[in-house]
Structure formats: C-alpha cells, structure tokens
C-alpha cells in the first residue's frame, strides 16, 4: 500500500517538472544523437538552436526578424553597450543628478522647461516658445511651413468670427425686420452653428458664395508658391505693416498670439451657448 501511494506521488509531481526535465528522463536530446559510424553522441545543433524560443502565438514577428533568429527580445533602442554614439543625453531640469552626469548643453523647451527643444523650433518663427509635447512640427521643415500657414489661415478666421459672432447676435434682428426678413437666430438670440443648430436656416446661396470665394482664395494663394514668410500675401491695403525689422517683428508675434487666442475664444462661445441656452451677448452686461 505504502508502494503504491509513493509511486503515485512519483508520478504526479513529474507532470510538473521542466519539460526539459521530462524529455532527458524519457528519451535523449534532440541536440545529441548517435552517428552512424560511431556510437558517440554528435551534436548537430547551433547555438540559436539551444536558446529558448521566443513565444509568438499571433505571428506578430517577421520570419526572419532578429528575435526569432536569436530567440530572445531586442530593445526598441540601441543599447549603450552596442554603440556609443547610441548614449542619450541626462536631462535634468529639477537637477537631481550631480553635474558629471547630467548634460547641460541639451536646449530645453521654454514653455515646457522638462523637455527638450523640437529640432525644428529654434525660435525664429514668431511666437515659438517651444511648446509643442505631440511632436507635431516633425521632422520635415516644408510640413512645418504648412502648418504655420494654416494656423496663421484659421487664426485670422478666428479673429474675425470672434468680433462677428457678438456682433451678429446684437445686429441680426434688426437688420432683418429693416428688410422684411425673418431672423435666423435660435433661442436665446443663439447664432446658428453646429453645436446650437440652426444652419438649416441659412440659405444655400450663401453656403455657395462662401465656398467658391474662399476656394478661390486657397487656389490663388497655392499657384504663387511659397513665400519666405508663411502667411504673407502682400495684402496691406492700409499700410499697417511696419517697415523696420523691430517692427515686423513685433507684428507678427501680435498676430499670431491674437489668432491662438480668438481660435480657443470661438470655440468657447461654441460652448458656452450649448451649456447655457443663451447667446454670448447675455454673458456681457453692457452688451445687452
């Protein structure tokens, strides 16, 4: 009786050894077999052979991936030890590391001081501080052209639908009775938008006008080419623009700040009459 629950323990507890284990016990290694000329074990496998497979049941690695190849992972960069000029610099804006093993001659980001400055940003454009934790200045210098030109595209939009909408709120009623016209504002003198509604009521003549001048616009200003400053049409009918580089300067910063803000101001009136029920003139006491 004593034998037998021995050998039953014996044998349940080698179901849970190594498979490496179990397959010495039960025949010889695969790497090892007998030549036919001799009876002494020739090894026949490579040294990749004898390291663990890398575990892949979704065949997510190509067949012939380095992983596969020498069985184990690689890092998804290059390691110090493999190349020195692979050594990433110590940022350390708080300066928690000691001054031998920090590096600073790294140029870090003005508006983000704990991030290292994008390569492309080097502060010549007006209003670059460096902030820009997406990444979406990239690496090529005529897409970061593009996006410059359209930011500068939608922040003039911006400015000039930031004094339109209150002024359509407070002006829309009364030009429409001078007409004979019905209004188009919603409830609450709210302008029709996509977040209020009411763009229905607009006629289609005037989705037509808007579409046809502003392609019109886009395609003259794509057939000229690039120009050395992103935004600059020579359109200055008033003679606003200084003519000394302090000046220019100074005018493109003010421009460009102008736009951010008016783009986050738009959207927030967006908003606030979703939230609120009510026109943005109801928010501003003198204008209503």
Known sequence: MKFTVLATLLTSSAAFAPSSIRSTTRSRPSCLQSSSTTDAPTEVSTAAETRPAVWDPFGLYPTDSKELENGRMQALEPSNIDSIEATKPILDPLRIYSNSEANDKVDMSDSLPFLPLPALL???MAGDVGFD???FAGDDVGMLYTRREA?????RIAMLAAI?????????T???HMFHLPAVLGHGDKVPSLLNGGLETISPVYWVTVLAVAGGLEALSMSKGARPLAGDYGFDPFGLYPEDDAGQERMQ?????NG???MMAITGFAYQELFTNNGVIHSVPFLH
């Open 122 to 124: 080097d502060r010549t």
């Open 133 to 135: 934790p997406f990444n």
């Open 151 to 155: 930011e500068i595209k939608h922040g």
């Open 164 to 172: 339109g909408w209150p002024l359509s709120e407070l002006l829309e």
């Open 174 to 176: 009364p030009i429409a």
């Open 253 to 257: 910063l003010a421009e460009i700040k």
């Open 260 to 262: 951010r803000l008016a």
